[in-house]
Antibody, heavy 116, light 110 residues
Framework: EVQLVQSGAEVKKPGESLKISCEGS????????IGWVRQMPGKGLEWMGI????????KYSPSFQGQVTISADKSISTAYLQWSSLKASDTAMYYC?????????WGQGTLVTVSS | QSALTQPASVSGSPGQSITISCTGT?????????VSWYQQHPGKAPKLMIYDVINRPSGVSNRFSGSKSGNTASLTISGLQAEDEADYYC??????????FGGGTKLTVL
């Protein structure tokens, strides 16, 4: 069974750094892209970017380029999304998803709250 | 890359059929058959319902169907059931090698 399990909810202050994770199981992790999707409170889905864990090839949405970093550690089948300096506007639910031409399996989401 | 355009809300009675549209451009929906549809219940992760315009993943009811004409894709739900009440999102691959979602449509089953 394909599963993507994300790290738990985070509460941070503006300016702090953060790295959240997404662990894949039930399939060959290095053979599929992993995408990250943001959902701000009460809003729609926004595609942030993707990584191919096999070679760490990465592509970002222009809206998120330079704002976040996507990485992966194929030895532990885990992808990451990180911020170096959080803003209040980063408050959102973040989902990872196995991604090809579609997003076929999704993680349960990680809620990130940024508040002073 | 602008979001694909979906109606904010649609509604229907149990047993009826509804259609949700998803309008893009020649650079996304119009040029690629990589359109997908997702169902999201409150507090839950999205669930894939349709991929590659018309295909249903295993386990998804055949009451859900997809189509495309030009720059507009559509999701049709027939025989509406109370459990279909949810938010629905479309997505498409784009000519910039990125992906874009629609703004989402809230389906209310009356």
């Amino acid at each position: 069974e394909v599963q993507l399990v994300q790290s738990g909810a985070e509460v941070k202050k503006p300016g702090e750094s953060l790295k959240i994770s997404c662990e894949g199981s039930g399939y060959t992790f290095t053979n599929y892209w992993i995408g990250w999707v943001r959902q701000m409170p009460g809003k729609g889905l926004e595609w942030m970017g993707i990584i191919y864990p096999g070679d760490s090839d990465t592509k970002y949405s222009p809206s998120f380029q330079g704002q976040v970093t996507i990485s992966a550690d194929k030895s532990i089948s885990t992808a990451y999304l990180q911020w170096s300096s959080l803003k209040a506007s980063d408050t959102a639910m973040y989902y990872c998803a196995r991604q090809g031409a579609t997003f076929d399996y999704w993680g349960q989401g990680t809620l990130v709250t940024v508040s002073s | 890359q602008s979001a694909l355009t979906q109606p904010a809300s649609v509604s229907g009675s149990p047993g009826q059929s509804i259609t949700i549209s998803c309008t893009g451009t020649r650079s996304d929906v119009g040029d690629y058959n990589f359109v997908s549809w997702y169902q999201q219940h409150p507090g839950k992760a999205p669930k894939l319902m349709i991929y590659d315009v018309i295909n249903r993943p295993s386990g998804v009811s055949n009451r859900f169907s997809g189509s495309k004409s030009g720059n507009t894709a559509s999701l049709t739900i027939s025989g509406l059931q109370a459990e279909d009440e949810a938010d629905y999102y479309c997505s498409s691959y784009t000519s910039s090698s990125t992906w874009v979602f629609g703004g989402g449509t809230k389906l209310t089953v009356l």
